[in-house]
């Protein structure tokens, strides 16, 4: 007969919960414990009966992660750290693409208890407040800029903080004629407005003027948007010698547009993007970015998903700010 | 009241059975009858109620879509796609991310119908032939390369023809120390074997040698695979003047592998990347690439698992070829 629970207990020397406890992945168990349990483990080769593990707990061992696009690569790195976080206690996650739409997430949040889904990870662009408090009793944790002191368990890092940081970078690089790229008007475009207000303060921190006609909005965050935005600029009265493009793809169409118009980046304009996709380490320039701990937010989301399903399930929802860094390349500094 | 399917039957002098297989996205009702079932539908503002509709019909309305990897811009672009093309039938798609890791693939076919999922479109990596037949009666629809006359509908474009037609644009542009970046060698790489025998076939066709000295493996197809095989090829004995990379990423990550190197592209080194991906419309150089017609791709894995959840769920496995055409741009071009 293969080795149990009980094997493992008894060769660990805990409680048959503390081996479950482990198996499941909840984090309430001293770190010296889970490795004495995991030893144990390793040392019978017990495998875990998933099928029998979710019998037994009521759970499908499936999680939902609701992201609004998957063709923007900071979205799909995310997911794929998130997947591989949740792996290490054998979740299973499903992906959902929301596009942003109110009706969609609405959808999704009332339609979750349906699909014999454990909890949700959930990164609203269009639903705010109290319409994401109607997920009944499936634990949620919340990711992105969207809300704060919402209902549920909440991830995100300073934004409007990390955008100053990023405007900062250009001023103390001697730009004088910082553009941004990436406003929008909509109430509920939630990053466009941190980002602008993180610009913002930077150049009143620098001592620079606000001008019009050097902020650009878009309709999305892509690079076709960053592109047609840079071309405006440079058609416009501005005059900009920088760019703070609010995320990395915006950055890169604005960068392509530059050259097109004979413009040498960093010489004549130099460009910081946010977000540190993979894309902008091997562009030419690379791109100056700022990055936000990505594979930090994905551990943390999987992490205080998994209490809510532990034995922490009710308490107060949790806000967590995670850490970003600076991190300047060719795009603003020129070639090494 | 609000309309139902029977008024919108009467207005459109149909049975409620064709409303019905029109608002269910069933494929066959002819253009001319969906077309006058869609106007009644609008001229009353019918909403078709979903819950009672999958009451009705025992489906839960959600497909999974199973991919090796998110973080991959050509596997992230068509999730979106088939995304956009399910939200047309009212489908909700989850999406599973399998890292080509079989044991997760296995995990994933045999899993199925716990998760209530009406249908699969799936990716495979590692499982192939009698291995795909495990779902059940939960219909399937298959992508890429890995299965040929298996035992579901599947759908790709002629890889090894792509390949041979990347590799031709470079000879015909007279380079004669062709570079290949992305051979595998474990036998289930089947994408990078297709890709290896359209190079071979097109230098024979241009009367090249193969030269080993000229052939890149790889780990796995990321930029920084690509970079490093392009820093291998420069420093060995090869003396490329082209390189077929064999995706887009592989492309990009030697273009700045070039550009380091103090190599220009295309002068010294003309590069071709496959699956035109938005990056390389973008980059500099922008990259020549292999595009497959991914939107249709993405139409017609969803219309055929249609008509395996409608009327035609039984009948043969049916194999579709998707077309595919070269793109030239600055990579190989230089610029206009």
Do not use: C
Request: proline share 6%; no cysteine.
């Amino acid at each position: 007969m293969p080795p149990g629970l009980k094997d493992v207990a008894a060769r660990a020397g805990v409680s048959i919960k503390t081996v479950s406890n482990v198996v499941n992945g909840y984090v309430h168990v001293s770190p010296a414990t889970r490795a004495r349990v995991q030893q144990a483990i390793e040392a019978l080769g017990y495998i875990p009966n998933v099928a029998a593990r979710q019998l037994r707990s009521g759970r499908s061992g499936v999680i939902a992660l609701a992201v609004p696009e998957l063709q923007s690569p900071y979205f799909a790195e995310l997911a794929g750290l998130i997947v591989q976080a949740a792996e290490r206690r054998s979740w299973t996650v499903l992906i959902d693409q929301t596009d942003g739409q109110a009706e969609r997430e609405r959808n999704l949040v009332a339609g979750l208890r349906r699909h014999a889904i454990d909890g949700l990870i959930f990164s609203p662009l269009a639903l705010a407040g109290e319409e994401l408090t109607s997920s009944g009793d499936t634990p949620m944790v919340l990711l992105g800029e969207r809300v704060w002191h919402g209902p549920a368990d909440h991830v995100a890092i300073d934004n409007t903080a990390a955008a100053a940081d990023a405007t900062g970078h250009l001023a103390a690089l001697g730009r004088r004629r910082i553009a941004a790229i990436g406003a929008q008007s909509p109430p509920s475009a939630v990053t466009a407005h941190q980002r602008l207000a993180g610009y913002r303060a930077a150049l009143a921190e620098a001592g620079l003027p606000e001008d019009p006609a050097l902020i650009a909005e878009v309709d999305s965050f892509h690079r076709a948007d960053g592109a047609a935005a840079m071309r405006r600029l440079l058609d416009g009265p501005g005059r900009p010698d920088a760019v703070f493009a609010f995320n990395d793809v915006l950055a890169l169409g604005a960068i392509r547009a530059l050259l097109d118009a004979g413009r040498s980046v960093p010489g004549d304009v130099a460009v910081i993007g946010f977000d540190d996709i993979e894309d902008g380490r091997f562009s030419t320039p690379t791109l100056s970015t700022v990055a936000p701990d990505t594979a930090e937010i994905a551990r943390l989301v999987v992490e205080l998903l998994a209490e809510r399903l532990g034995e922490e399930k009710a308490g107060p929802p949790r806000e967590v700010r995670v850490a970003y860094r600076l991190v300047p390349r060719e795009s603003t500094l020129g070639r090494a």
